[in-house]
């Protein structure tokens, strides 16, 4: 029914986010991460649009994707953050892709690619200095940049940056993060004292990027931000806006009897006379199951809460004695700024993160996108990068 459900997506706002986070961290450079299909913005229109806004790089975790965003006409630098054996390096490599690794033996894959496509391979040295996730650890790390120096002298690899992830960014004041940011210090320092001529250290995610000033070295890499979203506690900075609308429309509206049980289970029943509006969202489609009785909706300007069982592609709201009519708009959430949920209420709702709510939806909803900025528009807009 006229687009809806759809997912609307603000690619004005991802414009501004960047911009404004680009002013935020002054001198460094900016990495849009658009991992997950842009978050479930849509990677080329979110990519775009963070390049439009002034983005030096973008992130993502599969070679595909970074493909993908060649092939789309992009040509700002691009890092591909998870290093792993077997991907298609040769291919990124031609593409120029910077790479990650965090182990020798991804090193010695890369540089084998690099022989084959006939050119250097452009590589972040991954540290773990402390999450525990991918990287060398603090044992392994010399050993690491030694294979790395030793492929950079052969001509297979140039080491482009060095760069490390914070566990506990988004948690203010804990301990981790200090002893973490010291562990990256001693890294890089032993990789330069080696030899290592990395022009972009990193350590930022959103949360970093919006509160940890010491942690931004040469390039912050924020990707929830870019949307207008945060997994830090509190309020955003009223500076970004959450880019996406998700809203449908009541394919069907009815009266019912006080006592009438909704959905599967009867885990709502109607108290008095009582009008239903059915809206065509379920689980299938992104709505998580656990949101039945807890997350609210916005219609007519009011609020509701989602009544009895979400269901595979439908929900069922009460809205009591007041009147709706099939065909009124349902806003499950969007920036808030009109009274309808945000995505992080959803997620506070749910006991989750908004980037969850907001990954849910990729390729169950349409997108449609406001303020489309094309990739080959990008050298003429005034927000593209120098
Ligand atoms: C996802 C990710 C980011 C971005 O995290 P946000 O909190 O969304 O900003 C940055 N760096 C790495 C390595 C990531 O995996």
Request: glycine share 12%.
């Amino acid at each position: 029914m006229d687009g809806h459900p759809e997912a609307l997506i603000d690619l004005g706002a991802i414009k501004q986010n960047v911009a404004a986070l680009r002013r935020h961290v002054s001198g460094a450079q900016l990495m849009a991460v658009v991992k997950a299909d842009g978050y479930g913005h849509g990677l080329i229109p979110t990519a775009t649009a963070a390049v439009g806004g002034g983005a030096d790089w973008l992130g993502v975790v599969q070679i595909g994707d970074a493909l993908a965003l060649r092939q789309a006409g992009l040509t700002v630098p691009v890092l591909c953050l998870l290093g792993a054996p077997d991907a298609a390096h040769e291919e990124a490599i031609a593409a120029g892709v910077d790479l990650s690794a965090g182990s020798v033996p991804l090193i010695s894959q890369i540089a084998a690619a690099a022989q084959r496509a006939g050119r250097p391979a452009r590589l972040h040295l991954k540290a773990d200095t402390g999450m525990s996730r991918g990287g060398a650890t603090a044992a392994d790390w010399p050993a690491l940049v030694a294979a790395a120096l030793a492929a950079e002298a052969a001509g297979h690899v140039q080491v482009t940056g060095i760069w490390s992830h914070l566990a506990c960014a988004d948690i203010p004041g804990h301990a981790s993060i200090a002893v973490q940011l010291a562990a990256f210090r001693d890294a890089v320092e032993l990789a330069e004292r080696a030899g290592a001529r990395p022009q972009l250290r990193h350590l930022a995610n959103t949360p970093a990027t919006l509160t940890l000033p010491e942690t931004w070295f040469d390039l912050v890499r924020p990707g929830g931000a870019v949307v207008g979203l945060s997994t830090l506690p509190g309020e955003l900075p009223g500076w970004l806006r959450p880019a996406m609308t998700l809203r449908a429309r009541l394919i069907q509206v009815k009266q019912v009897p006080p006592g009438t049980g909704v959905s599967y289970g009867f885990r709502h029943v109607t108290t008095g006379r009582a009008t239903l509006g059915l809206v065509p969202l379920g689980y299938a489609e992104g709505v998580p199951r656990n949101a039945s009785g807890a997350a609210e909706v916005q219609v007519r300007g009011r609020r509701w809460t989602i009544s009895g069982t979400v269901c595979m592609n439908q929900f069922v709201v009460d809205f009591g004695d007041y009147a709706v009519s099939a065909g009124d708009e349902v806003v499950l959430f969007g920036p808030g700024d009109s009274g309808e949920p945000t995505a992080q209420q959803w997620a506070d709702a749910l006991g989750t993160l908004s980037y969850e709510i907001v990954t849910r939806f990729a390729g169950r909803v349409p997108r449609s996108y406001s303020e489309v900025t094309e990739p080959q528009e990008l050298a003429a807009s005034p927000g593209a990068s120098a």
